[in-house]
């Protein structure tokens, strides 16, 4: 929507600036797009005067002039025909921008005479064409800033237009008059009153209206018009063309541009027929199959059945509230025209509209809705400017079906107002804001103006009073606390221990992924889902049939297609639930991580090596360390059967297991799609124990100032006992002394065998001693020793390797 500030000051009373007009349209929600101000490219010229001007010594038609600016006299050189003694100029200083010759003005030397600016031509100001000689003008004084004095003279030159966004549902904000009714409610002045006189017609209509029954409740409730007789259809008004160029429209006839202006200006369109073309009456009715239509744009448009159109006798004239015919468009030659004016239903215009690709300024008001209740008063206000630009005598109006009832009426809730808003606006003031925006109150109730179909309910009038109010004026307050004291926390104790999982692998280098809860019925029966009881009723596709049981099938999916690009090491992640059933609460929380191809890339230094079950296992430790999991924990190969049977474990807590690890079964990768290796870990978030004792704080370190112990044994076992078992013998020969125990050497194989016998292979430990209270002496060593050498052989039945 654009118009001139001068077009909004016509129906405004105002002595807002423009920045305080363009600040207060986009606080109301008509959303300033644009600001075209010609002042600002001419707000550093000034007036000044020729005292003299003499030929220039070194060329015929130049001329030296002294010229006395509000800077004292300064030399200037000039070559135009009409510089002479005591003109009054418009002066460029140096430093000034001349956009009409896009150069920057400095202090220059012509013909060896120095120049102190220049006197423009209105081509160099982009205010005309004319170039022949400099602007001479008839008044103004010496410093007077030029756009002051085109603003009281040619006001048109510096109209500013104002491009603002209208938003769907404020069809009002599509009429000049609309846009002031707004500013006026906010106080940037005051509605001049529109006057309204019906033009008495001096003889009955010749052309007759009917509407289709069919189309009277639905498609056309109202429409009206009337014969004006002996016009002169010549250009329009200066005023007019000028009006109308500020807005990007092309004047072409004193009756098109009176439609083009009303439908700017008071959002109502018209439409004018030449009358000599009109056969017999005008009809409103549903095309035909078959029907087409010569539009004024030139083409022409096959119409489909249904489609709402005016005819005549001898066939459509006229597609209905979108665009008029090419057969009874006017022309300079018209002298009797019929002039409409209708009201058309939104839907029925919309649909017509897009179905045949017509984007016209008739449409697109029609459809978001015009002023029912203005359907006559506009065609009163039309046929006065005809007679006005165009004259010639009116007829009577005739007329068929009836103004639309839009009448409803909503209760204002003063209180309910200050609550949803959150400002104290008296109710004197939010009844006052909704009386000039054209609501009339009888009591709590609010009946709204026949201009806004967008008012649908009490919340509309809300919005209406915290609009005009302006919510710019909004205080930030903090809400009440429901509680005295320290403030519960918000998180849940899962939710705290999710966050910490995600914080804790996203810290160990892994990408987070967010996968579909829902995954393919093959991808689901890889990881004993797949069931009927997870199966979705209405999937949103066929790869999404199935709940996931596991995260793991979402993140080798992922897995696979960064494959397909080219990315072949990936570590990645993901929180969230699988579910075990397809009833509320059969879900648990996961934290699953996933690693494929290599720990590093290429280096000289052969950092590079494949991702193995103990890189699983070490990620999975930080995840269960960080969420509070107890530092010792049983680990048994009870696994799932989507994990390699002899690479794999289960963390666990007596009979809860709380993460499993290790390789993913090859024959998993190979359905997925995914190029090994590929290890993960699955931590059951919702299966480590809580602490009994909650504390807001850490538990205190405990540190020792005395001397750690480190003892290495070397144990010869059978090749079949598992390394597990030797250090949790070890570690349980003395609770309280032994701090820890690893594995730091494994040597078996022939070579092996050859040394310790058949079946046999060697496993070294180092033991870690840490005293309490006193530096342990060697015979209390040796005592502790002789307890893991005695543990071990009793559990596994290895001794001690000499």
């Known amino acids: 929507m654009k118009f001139t500030l001068s077009w909004l000051k016509d129906h405004l009373e105002t002595e807002a600036t423009l920045d305080q007009i363009t600040y207060a349209l986009t606080d109301l929600g008509l959303e300033v797009e644009e600001v075209v101000n010609p002042a600002a490219r001419l707000a550093a010229f000034t007036l000044a005067r020729v005292k003299s001007a003499v030929q220039h010594p070194d060329a015929d038609k130049l001329r030296v002039c002294v010229v006395e600016t509000d800077e004292g006299d300064k030399q200037i050189v000039c070559g135009a025909p009409n510089a002479r003694e005591g003109i009054t100029v418009v002066l460029c200083k140096p430093g000034d921008y001349v956009p009409g010759i896009d150069v920057t003005l400095g202090i220059g030397k012509i013909r060896g005479v120095e120049s102190h600016g220049m006197m423009a031509s209105e081509r160099e100001l982009e205010l005309s064409d004319e170039h022949n000689g400099i602007i001479e003008l008839e008044s103004g004084h010496v410093g007077q800033k030029f756009t002051d004095w085109l603003a009281d003279h040619r006001p048109e030159v510096v109209d500013p237009m104002i491009h603002i966004k209208i938003t769907p549902n404020r069809p009002d904000a599509l009429g000049v008059r609309g846009i002031a009714r707004d500013l006026a409610a906010r106080g940037l002045g005051r509605l001049k009153p529109m006057e309204i006189v019906p033009v008495p017609g001096g003889f009955a209509c010749?052309?007759?209206?009917?509407?289709?029954?069919?189309?009277?409740?639905k498609g056309c409730p109202l429409?009206?018009?009337r014969l004006i007789r002996g016009v002169k259809n010549g250009p329009s008004p200066d005023w007019l063309q000028q009006r109308l160029r500020a807005i990007g429209l092309r004047p072409i006839s004193a009756l098109v541009d009176l439609t083009n202006l009303f439908t700017v200006d008071l959002n109502r369109p018209l439409h004018v027929f030449d009358a000599a073309k009109v056969s017999g009456g005008l009809r409103i009715h549903p095309a035909s199959e078959g029907d087409s239509l010569l539009a004024l744009d030139g083409k022409t448009y096959p119409l489909r059945e249904g489609q709402m159109i005016i005819s005549d006798d001898h066939g459509p004239e006229s597609l209905a509230g979108i665009m008029g015919g090419e057969a009874s468009g006017c022309t300079e030659t018209t002298t009797d025209v019929f002039l409409e004016s209708a009201y058309w239903d939104p839907i029925t215009i919309a649909a017509t509209g897009r179905a045949l690709k017509i984007n016209s300024d008739a449409r697109y008001r029609f459809e978001r809705g015009v002023d029912p209740e203005f359907t006559l008063p506009g065609l009163e206000l039309a046929t006065q400017m005809v007679l006005e630009l165009c004259g010639g005598e009116a007829s009577d109006v005739v007329q068929d079906g009836a103004v639309p009832d839009t009448s409803r009426a909503y209760k204002l809730n003063p209180a309910r107002v200050i609550s949803l808003v959150g400002m104290d606006i008296p109710e004197a003031e939010q009844r006052a804001t909704l009386t000039a925006l054209g609501f009339t109150l009888n009591g709590d109730m609010a009946t709204p103006p026949s201009w806004r179909p967008d008012v649908?309910?009490?919340?509309?009038?809300?919005?209406?009073?915290?609009?005009?109010?302006?919510?710019?004026?909004?205080?930030?307050?903090?809400?009440?606390?429901?509680t005295t004291g320290v403030p519960g926390p918000i998180l849940t104790p899962i939710q705290m221990r999710e966050k910490a999982a995600r914080r804790t692998i996203a810290g160990l280098g892994y990408n987070e992924c967010v996968t579909y809860s829902f995954i393919d019925s093959a991808s689901a029966g890889l990881f004993g889902g797949g069931a009927e009881i997870t199966r979705i009723e209405n999937p949103i596709s066929s790869e999404m049939t199935h709940m996931r049981p596991d995260l793991l099938p979402g993140l080798l999916q992922a897995a696979a297609r960064n494959q397909a690009r080219g990315f072949a090491d990936l570590a990645l992640f993901e929180v969230g639930p699988a579910f075990h059933g397809g009833e509320p609460g059969e879900q648990h929380l996961q934290a699953t991580g996933l690693l494929v191809g290599a720990t590093a890339p290429r280096d000289a230094f052969a950092s590079r090596r494949p991702v193995d079950i103990y890189d699983a296992k070490a990620d999975a430790e930080a995840v269960l360390a960080a969420i509070g999991a107890p530092a010792k924990v049983q680990i048994n190969r009870k696994v799932a059967d989507w994990w390699h049977p002899g690479r794999s474990g289960v963390m666990a807590l007596g009979p809860k297991a709380i993460c499993s690890f290790g390789e993913v079964h090859p024959r998993?990768?190979?359905?997925?799609?995914?190029?090994?290796?590929?290890?993960?870990?699955?931590?059951?978030?919702?299966?480590v124990p809580f602490p009994k004792v909650k504390t807001p704080t850490r538990p205190a370190l405990v540190l020792s100032d005395l001397q750690a112990v480190d003892r290495d044994f070397a144990f010869v076992v059978d090749a079949g006992v598992e390394a597990l078992t030797l250090v949790n013998a070890a570690t349980g020969a003395d609770k309280v002394l032994i701090e820890s125990v690893r594995v730091f050497d494994q040597f078996g194989g022939d070579k092996a065998e050859a040394q310790m016998g058949a079946g046999k292979k060697s496993l070294a430990l180092t033991v870690r001693l840490q005293p309490r209270d006193k530096t342990l002496t060697?015979?209390?060593?040796?005592?502790?020793?002789?307890?893991?050498?005695?543990?071990?052989k009793r559990a596994t039945g290895g001794t001690l390797r000499t």
């Open 456 to 482: 649908l309910g009490e919340a509309d009038l809300v919005e209406e009073v915290a609009r005009v109010a302006s919510l710019s004026k909004l205080v930030g307050r903090p809400l009440a606390r429901e």
């Open 206 to 217: 010749p052309i007759s209206v009917t509407i289709d029954p069919a189309l009277k409740e």
């Open 668 to 687: 998993v990768l190979r359905d997925m799609g995914v190029k090994g290796p590929a290890v993960a870990f699955t931590v059951f978030v919702e299966n």
């Open 778 to 792: 060697e015979s209390e060593i040796e005592a502790v020793s002789a307890k893991i050498i005695d543990k071990v």
């Open 223 to 225: 429409f009206a018009g």
